[in-house]
C-alpha cells in the first residue's frame, strides 16, 4: 500500500515533448513508473520514449486509461493544463512548475475540488512511492520501500528525510512534496489524512516552514489520527518574513512564525524534532 | 509587488473609484506649481513603499499654497524607513466627516476572496481587527464568482454608510474586486474611504499588491510606468549584489555563511546551525539546479564578506548535480581563493563524479584545498553544523 501513487497508476505527461518533460519522462520510465503516454498540443501521433503523444488530455485519457498527470509546461500554462485534466476524469495532478499565478490555482483548487481530483504543487518535486513509482523531479538516491510517509513544502528537506529513514532502516511508504509556492494545490491536513487511511504507513513525518498557514491547518487533523506524526518546522531562529500586508494579516491571523507552528503541533499532538537525527530516536520510542 | 499610493490610485481612477484631484511632483518646483493650479491648500504626501508616513512626519498639510515649495522642501529631505522620498503626490486637502476601510485580499486557508470593510478606517486595521473584530465585516467569495449590486449594499449598511451615500459606495465596493481580479491582486485597500464635508466618498489612500507571477500578462502596467520593483526596505549592499545576480540572499548578523542548497535547507540550515551554539551570516537560496558559475558567485559573497568566518556548505543532489557543485566550488576556489575556512557536505545525484573532480583539482593544486574540509554521505549533516560552529569559535579566537 501507499498513497496517492503506486505501480498501478497510469501516468500520462503534460509538456511530454517539451525539454523538462521529456528528460523527466525518460527518468521516471527507468525507475519503473508505468508512464503510459503524455500531451503537447499540435503534436499528437508521435512518442517520446515509445509512448503515445495526444494533442489532448481526453484522447490521451481515452487511448491509454491515464489517471495521473505530471505537468512539465511553463507556469502560464498550468491553469489551462492542470483543468483540462480535471475535467477528463483525472483523478491525481502533479503540477511541478513553479511561481503559479495565484488566482490561475485559486479556481485550478476549485475545479478539482469540485471534480474529487488531488493536486500537488505548483512547484513541488513531486512525489515517490519507492520501487513503485516517481512522479516528478526527484532523485532516486536517497528512497526505500518501507513503513514511514513523509510530507513537506521542499524538495531538498524531503531528501534529507529520506535518507535518514533509509539509513536508519525504516524506509518510506510515499513521500509527498507538497510544493514551494504560496498556493498549493494540496495541504498537509489532506495528506496526513491519507496517509492514516494507509495501513502500511506506521508514522508520518512532515515538515513545514515560517510562512504561509498551511501546518496550522494540519492540528486538526493530527489530533484526530491514530498514526503518529512527527513534526520539524524550519526557520525557528529566522527573522520573520515578509507578509501579505494588513488585510492578509487580518485573515490569517497570528499564523505564520515558525516556533508559533511548531508549538501548535505539538499542542496537536505531533512529535518535534529538532533535526534530521531525532527522527530515527523518536520513531524507535513510538515502536513503530 | 507592491504599489505606489499614485500608481493605485491611477488603477482606482481606471475603475471609477473617486480619487482627490492628485499630481506627482519630484521637485518643491513642481510641487508649487501643482499648488496654484489645484486652487485648494495642498496635501503633499511622500511617496515610499512602506507604512507609517504620518508617524515619521511625512503627511503635511499647508494651509496657504504659497508655502507648499517651503513644505516639500522639508518632504524631500525625509528617509522613511529607509526609503528616500523622491515623489510627492500633492493633493487639494480633503474635508474629512468620516473615515472607512475597504479591502480585498485572499484567504489562503480557505483558498477564497476576502472583502473587509470597517465603519472605522484610517487607522492601523489589524489593531482595530485585534481590540475589536465585531467592527470588522467580511464576505467571502470564489475566484470566479460575481458580487452583486445588493452583495455591495450590505458591505455598505454593515460599515454605517447613510442610504443616500449606498448609490456611491456599491460602484466602490463593486470596483475594487474588479480591479483586484483584473490585476492578479493580492491585496487593495482604500485605507481611507472618506466621506467628506459634502457628502462625497472618496479613496484618499490606496495600497495595492499585485502578484509577482502574473505581472507578465498585464503589459499595461508597464505602459503606466510600473515596473518589478523590490518591496520591503533597503537592500544592504550585498543583497543588492545578490540581487543583480539573481541569487535569493539575506543579511543576518552571525558569522557562519550559508552555502546551502534550495530555499528548504536554506532555512533549515540555519535553524540547525544554531540549535549547536552558532549564528548564520546569512540566508540563501541556490535554486534548483544551479550552474558552477551561479554557485562560485554565491560563494564570492560569502569569502567577501568580512563577518563571515567560516563557509558552511550542504549539497544534496536532486534536480541538481553533484558535479556541476564540484565545479562550481573549483571554479571559485581557482578564481579567487578561500581566504577562511570552508567545512562542506556533498550527496546524491552524480555524488561520484563530483568527488572525482575534486580529488582531480586537489591533486593539480593541494594548495586551494587548504582551507577546505570536505565531506561525503556518510558524516550527518548535524556533524557538518557542529563542526562550523566549532571552527567559527576558533576563527574568533575562542578555543
Redesign the interface.
Known sequence: MAILVDKNSKVMVQGITGGAGSFHTKRMIAYGTNIVGGTTPGKGGREVEGRPVFDTVAECVGGTGADTSVIFLPARFVKDAAIESIRAGVKFVVVVPEHIPIHDMLLVRKEAMKHGCTVLGGNTAGIITPGEANLGIMPDIAFTAGRVGTVSRSGSITYYIADTLTRSGYGETTCVGLGGDPILGSTFDEILAMFDADEKTRAVVMTGEIGGVYEERACDQISRMKTPVIAMIGGIFAPQGKRMGHAGAIVEGKMGTAKEKLDALAAAGAHPARTFKDIPEILKKLGV | M?LYEFEGKGLFGKFKIPIPDGRVASTPDEVDAIAKEINAPPAPKPQVLT?GRGKAGGVKVVDNPADARAGAEELFELTIKGFPVEKLLVEPKLDIKKELYL???????N????I?ASGEGGV???EI?EKSPEK?FRKSL???EELYGFDAIEIAKKIGISSELTKQATPIVVNLLKLF?AY?A??A?I?PLVITGDGKLIAADS?I?L????V??HPDLADMGIEKRH??GEMTPREQQATEWGIPY?D?DGNIGMFP?????G??G???I??YGGK?AN?MDSG?GPTPERLARMLVLLNENPNVKVIFGAR????SRCDDFAKGVTMFLKEHGLSKPMVCRM???MWQEGVRLFDEAKKENPELFKNFEFHG?ET???EI?KRAVELARIAEGGN
Open positions: 507592491r507604512g479591502g480585498v485580499t485572499i484567504d489562503r486557508l483558498y477564497k476572496l476576502v473587509i492601523d486595521i489589524e481587527a470588522i470564489d475566484i470566479d481580479k492578479d493580492k491585496l485597500e485605507n495600497r499588491s502578484d509577482d507571477d502574473a507578465f500578462r518591496e520591503e539575506l543576518l542548497g534550495g530555499a528548504g535547507f532555512i533549515m540555519n535553524d540547525f544554531q540549535y548564520p540566508f534548483g544534496f543532489g536532486g534536480i550527496t546524491g545525484n554521505i550527518p549533516i548535524e553544523s
